[in-house]
């Protein structure tokens, strides 16, 4: 085994009782103080894998030795909550420094010198520029969910983090996808960089569900507030823009529905709460988008509900690495039109996506007897190799009432109101009968 003996007890509290393929592959190579690329599948333990040996390099009292950067403030609060204990059975100092967060209180606080920080770019940049944080001991900069961070702006970020630090500090780069920027390393921070992936011998993910519920544009907020009301159902719902998710978020209001938002925007304290209401099951719907939802770990969370089909299948495979961890089983759930299949049919070529439905209030994926017009039409559309004649015309059957389905006809347009001078007149003339 890998880890150290300090931190055995608590690894174990937290679930593990083997390494993971992740844990076990780069221990030896931090410890060695490598430059690396850590790739291993969402929720497989890849904090504990570069937290634990990088901890065990740390001397008390010795000033600020590891950095680690993440691309969100949940993400940063997140990891450093993980590592906290075990930093702490080592007499090793964590401290959290990111935006939104009370800058003068950080000020305070890393008066206290801590060994390690977690961070985000921006803010860490901040203090860095007000001399309130130096790097001059540094030993290792770790960056998680490298391919996010490194896009613009944060490759730059980075790389005059990275500049401020000694000339062989330790690179370490951590992600659950590749991307070009991670086999370019080299080139942007002038060191090589070992890659060690580990995504196909990875088993650590539990078995995920796929689904789709296709039917007309419009109705998605209705079908969220169906799902929220299942028994035991948990989920993050990924929003593709954030005026979407205001709307969405806007309209759920006045349904009753039990959900709470997490925004770029909102003060620590409040995205903070908003994740404890869904980990204790007091929300039963959580609205992100994927910048604020990226690399969030709610322990056994039921579901994903991807509001919008995602933009590439990089996205989806980081949202649905959202249930479905360390062994639990999941579920995926995607909304949109015929057209919308498609193209979740293009970018999500290794997953096996069924079609579900709505009935009475439950999903599943049989086909309901009863299905509206919108829904129907987009079913009947001939597919490649199959005729106009033989899709057969729409029927709509008045048996079966009870059953709901995920297509819903659009409310027909109300009914004209009387002319202003009508109304006036009716009024009129209905003073005049009752004074009679």
Partial sequence: ???????????????????????????????RDENIVGLAP???????AFALPILGKI?????????????????????????????????????GVTGGANVARQKEQLKKHPEVIVATAGRLLELMNANKIKLADLQTIVIDEADELLRDPGLGQVREIASAAPADVQLAFFSATSSPILRELDKWFGQDVKTIDVRAVDKTRGPVKHYFMQGGRGHEVEWLGKLAREDDFRALVFFNKNSTLAKAAGIMRHQHVRFATLERTDRSMARKEALNLLRKGKIDLLLVTDLAGRGLDIPKLPAVVNFEVPRSATVYIHRAGRTGRMGNSGTVITMGDAHDFRNLRRITGDYDVERAYLVAGKLTTERPEFVDEADEHA?????????????????????????????????AKPARKPHRKLRKRVQKNKGKHDKK
């Fill in 1 to 31: 085994m890998t880890i150290a003996a300090p931190f055995q007890e608590l690894w174990q509290q937290a679930g593990f009782t083997a390494e993971t393929p992740i844990q076990e592959a780069v221990a030896e190579p931090l410890r």
């Fill in 42 to 48: 969402t929720g497989s333990g890849k904090t504990l």
């Fill in 59 to 95: 001397v008390p009292g010795a000033g600020l030795q590891a950095l680690l950067l993440a691309p969100s403030q949940e993400l940063a609060i997140q990891t450093r909550d993980v590592i906290m204990p075990y930093a702490q059975a080592v007499n090793v100092r964590v401290m």
């Fill in 379 to 411: 079913n009947n559309k001939p597919q490649k190799n199959q005729s106009t004649a033989s899709a057969k015309p729409h029927v709509q059957k008045a048996t079966a009432p009870q059953v709901q389905t995920v297509a819903i006809v659009a409310d």
